[in-house]
């Protein structure tokens, strides 16, 4: 049994029992680009964004005996960008640009940086937008957890609306970059509707 194991590729390296769940991620994948998941904790939203980067990175081997092999037929590789918004306290501002900064440097080691991006926002569409010149494909975001940062600082209210706007920003990117992205999936706890940071992507 997979008890922790939040990582599909290890799932199913390790030959754990698994539900298989990819014929939704066939049918979620071609109906439309951006979607939104708000599940409470342990619900699997983790692994099911491991999942899709999985899928997006053309493992098809990962694959093998799931409904998605019968479905999917070319497996293209997509460049992928995973931001994990788990992994840093956010006490401050500055630890969540340390935070946006982690995800960051992990994407442009793969896909470049320049010195004329000095911000999340800027450094986050100069990847999108080398990502899709270096391939030709259309990038995938998967984005765990978004809203950690908001959930960690309710009990401070200058410093979640400090964050609060900062995201805005941030998330603003994926909407000014519509053309070249070819999916965006965020999972968080928190209602969509309950959220302002998201008013330019649904815009």
Not at 96 to 106: A, S
Request: charged share 30%.
């Amino acid at each position: 049994m997979p008890i922790g194991i939040q990582d599909f590729e290890k799932l199913r390296t390790e030959k754990c029992v698994y539900v298989d769940k990819t014929q939704y991620v066939y049918d979620l994948t071609r109906l439309s680009r951006p979607y939104f998941l708000a599940r409470p904790r342990r619900f699997g939203k983790s692994l099911f964004i491991s999942t899709l980067k999985a899928y997006f990175l053309g493992k098809k081997e990962s694959f093998e005996g799931l409904a998605i092999a019968e479905l999917e037929k070319d497996w293209i590789e997509y460049p992928v960008f995973f931001l994990d918004m788990t992994a840093e306290t956010y006490t401050s501002l500055d630890a969540l640009n340390i935070g946006l900064d982690t995800n960051l440097r992990e994407l442009e080691a793969q896909w470049g940086a320049s010195e004329h991006e000095t911000t999340p926002a800027s450094r986050f569409i100069g990847l999108i937008h080398r990502a899709y010149e270096k391939t030709g494909r259309k990038v995938v975001v998967l984005v765990d957890e978004y809203d950690k940062p908001l959930i960690s600082t309710m009990d401070d209210e200058n410093l979640n609306k400090s964050i609060r706007e900062s995201l805005k920003g941030f998330y603003g990117v994926l909407k000014r970059s519509d053309a070249f992205l070819r999916f965006v999936f965020l999972t968080g706890v928190t209602k969509f509707s309950k959220v302002s940071v998201f008013s330019d992507l649904i815009s």
